[in-house]
Every structure is written in structure tokens, then in C-alpha cells.
């Protein structure tokens, strides 16, 4: 199961691209809404979400969470009770976390990039709290998958493919999309 948390604010690319790819893996993606079903993104899109963060069952079967950004979305994520507990689930127990453009700051306000590859949104830099920050578009260093912004959401997208399924089947799939 993978988990795609929605807060009012949320990047739409950021967040519909890895739904949409993962789902066409034939990927159980749940998308989780934070504070009810109807989610506004950044950008006046509302979405529905599958659940909402009172519904959440955090179990073994979880292989990832995404956290996309998006202001004020990933603010929204951080101050979330059921997305930290997430997050500390997927770090007790060796889970995927991928976080993308400001969504890597929730990771290293908790200090979980330390001595780690990361990337994020530019001006985010400073809150990847001792991290190896790069001006990469894309970084996984162990079971953290960070990458910088909207123009990285395909890229992000297949890269969370790659790491849930097989890099072959992820090639399968870029190749469907065309124009890539």
C-alpha cells in the first residue's frame, strides 16, 4: 500500500503525477485527505480523496508514503498528528518516504536527513537540517526519495515506480508516456 497525503494547499502535479503512474502499475495507491475528503490544492483544484487521516491504519502492508509540496500544503502536512506518526512509522520500520519540493522540510525538521542526499524546492535548502543538500532534481539515499519541484514530477513519479516495482517495468511505463 501506498499512501498519498493530501492537505489543503497541496502541489496538484506533485501529487496526481505519482497517483496516476503508481496506479498504473497496477499499484495499491490510497490517497489520504488531512482534515476531510475534499482537498483544495494550490492551485483551486479539488480533489477527493479515497480516505481521510482518521481513517488511516498504519500496518506492514504500507511500502511508501508521498508527501507532496505545495504551500501553504506541506505546512499543513508538517502540523499533521497522523502524517508525523506516518512518518515515524515509515522510519521505525524501514519504509519508502518520498517528499517532494518544500515536502523534503518536514523530513528535515525532524531531522531525518542528517548525513543524507537531499533535495528540495529552492529556498528550502535551510531546512533540510543536515543534510547533503544537492541542486539535483531527484535523490534516494537509502529509503528517502526527495526531489525538487513540479518539473521533477514525472521523473519522481517513475523513480517511485522503479523502487516499488522494477526498474524494467518502470521503463515500460516511461515509454508509454511518449514525448519523454
Do not use: W
Request: aromatic share 4%; charged share 20%; net charge negative.
Amino acid at each position: 500500500m501506498i499512501y498519498v497525503f493530501l492537505a489543503k494547499g497541496f502541489e496538484e502535479i506533485e501529487a496526481i503525477t505519482p497517483i496516476d503512474l503508481l496506479r498504473r502499475c497496477e499499484l495499491n495507491v490510497v490517497t489520504v485527505g488531512i482534515g476531510g475528503k475534499n482537498i483544495e490544492g494550490a492551485h483551486g483544484i479539488t480533489v477527493q480523496t479515497d480516505i481521510q487521516d482518521d481513517e488511516l491504519i498504519l500496518s506492514d502492508d504500507i511500502k511508501m508514503i508521498v508527501l507532496p509540496g505545495g504551500m501553504p500544503g506541506t505546512l499543513n502536512l508538517e502540523h499533521s498528528p497522523v502524517v508525523q506518526s506516518a512518518v515515524d512509522f515509515c522510519i521505525d520500520n524501514n519504509k519508502y518516504i518520498a517528499a517532494i519540493c518544500a515536502a523534503p522540510s518536514i523530513l528535515g525538521n525532524k531531522g531525518l536527513l542528517k548525513g543524507k542526499k537531499a533535495t528540495c524546492f529552492p529556498g528550502f535548502e535551510a531546512t533540510l537540517k543536515e543534510a547533503i543538500v544537492t541542486d539535483e532534481c531527484l535523490c534516494v539515499d537509502g529509503n528517502i526519495i526527495t526531489a525538487k519541484g513540479p518539473g521533477a514530477a514525472i521523473d519522481f513519479s517513475l523513480e517511485l515506480a522503479a523502487l516499488l516495482t522494477s526498474y524494467d517495468r518502470s521503463n515500460i511505463l516511461k515509454g508509454s508516456l511518449q514525448c519523454l
